[in-house]
């Protein structure tokens, strides 16, 4: 059993929180509470499942690559360079498996996420041999996963009538509204409840969801499919579809941080019962990392969060771009695939982000992160290169006014906030950084145990043994 009921009271996974006497005092210490449900324990158990077989996977690779070796010769040129590119890409996956580092994430396996690692560096490659062919070469490469791709398609308009209610059809005087239910309706929902689950913020989640549908306000004279009603844009996606998925998002979020994870190995649990959960909770977290991304507490984090919604936004972008200039029907199994991907790569990719950011000892962004970064902007390099003519298409004064006035809006905020009224801007304190890098050297070391450090030595700020608790750890 993944989760295990409270029997022994934990230790609280930050012990040294000082406490603010001038605030309000409550009946019950709801910090305290929460910090329970942060701890947690895992006894260690090592199984046949978890143990690394890098000699294995080198075993198997060679006796496969011997078998291929000496099959019979075929003249056939296509087919031969088929099968070699196949295996050289079946090679690079094996390996990538077998000696990359881990990333952040532990479950389902670590395995799992050097996979998708592995298919991350594999699809940057794609693009970056894409990019350097003609746009019709580019549309037949897709033609080795679908024969039906690279054909010219007719995008589909969600525009026109307007009209919630057309009495001229009394037959189905809300047909307007049934026409825009369709596939990608479940799409926005499903898909901004696990954005939810990756960016783990509200407000952060609910910019980038209405900055997009200025977005498409802004881009519809380039792009049909984003010529939308008033009602499609703010009730149907932003209020229905998208917030509703943040809402759910958010009630998830809430689960997953205040269960205890409690870990023990399969054969350790006696019932089947336990056994069963046991099982399907090594498809959840291992454990669980609150997202504070506090925007507003340096011009670091400010820039930082800014970042994050512009390269947030620009793969969402990339999205319908990429299927309009490679030609790609919006119901194809390649966009769900690419979204499932940028989906799993953005959740390494954002926990990496963050530990940057919050860890004091971290002076470089994570692998998936940079590699991310790579295929959102060689994807937009793509589609400039291939339909310079739609994405140079001007903008309408009134959204040119528009965006003129926002940019210039947000960077006077920027200044007043962090120039102009620094003082206003709360510094963090020399325990506070300690603090936020012990925590990380125990999500890295796997420690639980805090009470080594006196609550009240540390509430005076007599921190000693806490620094060289943390020197030791470096160690």
Wanted: glycine share 4%; hydrophobic share 45%; charged share 20%.
């Amino acid at each position: 059993m993944a989760v295990q009921k409270r029997m022994l009271k934990p230790v609280p996974q930050n012990n040294f929180e000082v406490k603010n006497t001038t605030s309000l005092k409550t009946a019950h210490d709801w910090d305290a509470e929460k910090k329970e449900y942060e701890v947690v324990f895992d006894d260690g158990t090592m199984t046949f499942f978890w143990r690394a077989h890098t000699l294995t996977a080198l075993f198997v690779l060679v006796i496969v690559l011997v078998y291929v070796a000496f099959e019979p010769i075929t003249d056939d040129t296509d087919y031969n360079i088929k099968r070699g590119i196949i295996a050289a890409l079946g090679t690079f996956i094996v390996l990538g498996v077998a000696i990359m580092p881990d990333g952040p994430f532990k479950r389902p396996h670590p395995a799992l996420w050097r996979l998708l690692f592995c298919l991350s560096i594999l699809y940057e490659l794609f693009l970056i041999f894409a990019l350097f062919q003609s746009p019709n070469d580019a549309r037949k490469l897709l033609k080795h996963f679908d024969k039906n791709l690279g054909e010219e398609l007719e995008e589909k308009s969600y525009g026109g009538s307007c009209l919630i209610y057309d009495p001229s059809v009394p037959d189905d005087p809300w047909h307007n509204i049934w026409d825009k239910f369709d596939a990608f309706v479940p799409t926005h929902f499903f898909g901004w409840w696990l954005k939810t689950l990756v960016l783990r913020d509200w407000w952060l989640c609910t910019v980038i969801s209405i900055m997009f549908e200025i977005l498409e306000y802004t881009l519809e004279h380039q792009l049909p499919n984003f010529s939308e009603c008033w009602w499609d844009h703010w009730i149907m996606d932003a209020l229905l579809c998208n917030g509703l998925g943040i809402v759910c998002g958010m009630y998830t979020l809430e689960y997953f941080s205040m269960k205890q994870y409690h870990w023990r190995g399969l054969w350790n649990i006696p019932t089947y019962r336990g056994k069963l959960k046991r099982i399907f909770a090594q498809f959840g977290p291992y454990n669980w990392i609150k997202f504070e991304w506090r925007p507003l507490s340096s011009l670091g984090r400010w820039v930082a969060t800014l970042t994050i919604v512009f390269v947030f936004l620009l793969t969402e972008l990339n999205t319908f771009y990429l299927k309009f200039v490679l030609w790609v029907p919006p119901d194809h199994w390649l966009n769900l695939v690419r979204l499932f991907a940028m989906l799993f790569w953005g959740a390494v990719a954002l926990r990496e982000v963050f530990q940057y950011l919050d860890d004091p000892d971290c002076t470089s962004i994570g692998r998936q992160s940079w590699t991310l970064l790579t295929i959102v902007f060689t994807e937009f390099l793509i589609v400039a290169r291939f339909d310079r003519e739609t994405i140079s298409k001007p903008l309408p004064r009134v959204i040119a006014l528009f965006w003129v006035l926002g940019l210039i809006g947000l960077l006077f905020y920027t200044i007043w906030a962090f120039v102009l009224n620094r003082k206003a801007t709360p510094k963090e304190t020399e325990l506070e950084v300690e603090e936020r890098r012990y925590r990380w050297l125990q999500e890295s070391k796997g420690l639980k145990d805090f009470s080594e450090f006196s609550l009240s030595r540390f509430a005076n700020g007599l921190h000693n043994d806490f620094r060289e608790a943390v020197r030791k750890l470096k160690d």
